[in-house]
C-alpha cells in the first residue's frame, strides 16, 4: 500500500502516537503546491494533494483516490479527513495510530503557509 515519495521541499513532521505527519510542498511533474502525508510506522497510508483545483485530492494507496468538491475549503476538509478516517485506515493495515485535533490542527495551519 506504499505510495511513491515524490520529491519534498519545506518538509516538517510530527510525531503522532504510532506514526508521523510530514508537511510538505511537491514540485515535480504532476504540479507544485501544498501536500500532507501520513505514515504508521514507516509506511505512508494517507497523501493530501492540495494544489490545482483539478488534482486535489486525499488518497488511500495508489489506486483509491477522493477528489474535493470544488468551491470547499480543501485544508479543512484534508484535516476533517485525517483527524476522522486516520484509525480506520491504520486498521486495514492492522497498524494503531491516533491522530489528535492538534495533530490534525497543526497539519492544516502548516500546510495553508506552503
Known sequence: MAMKAWPRYDLQTR???GGRIDVY???DRLGTGPC???YAGTVEI???DLFDPAHEHWAVGKKTRMYYPEGLDRFTLAGFHLRHHSRF???LLNKRLKVSDADAEWAVTTVRTL
Open 15 to 17: 510525531t503522532v502516537a
Open 25 to 27: 510542498r511537491r514540485d
Open 36 to 38: 500532507m502525508s501520513l
Open 46 to 48: 494517507m497523501r493530501f
Open 89 to 91: 485506515v491504520a486498521a
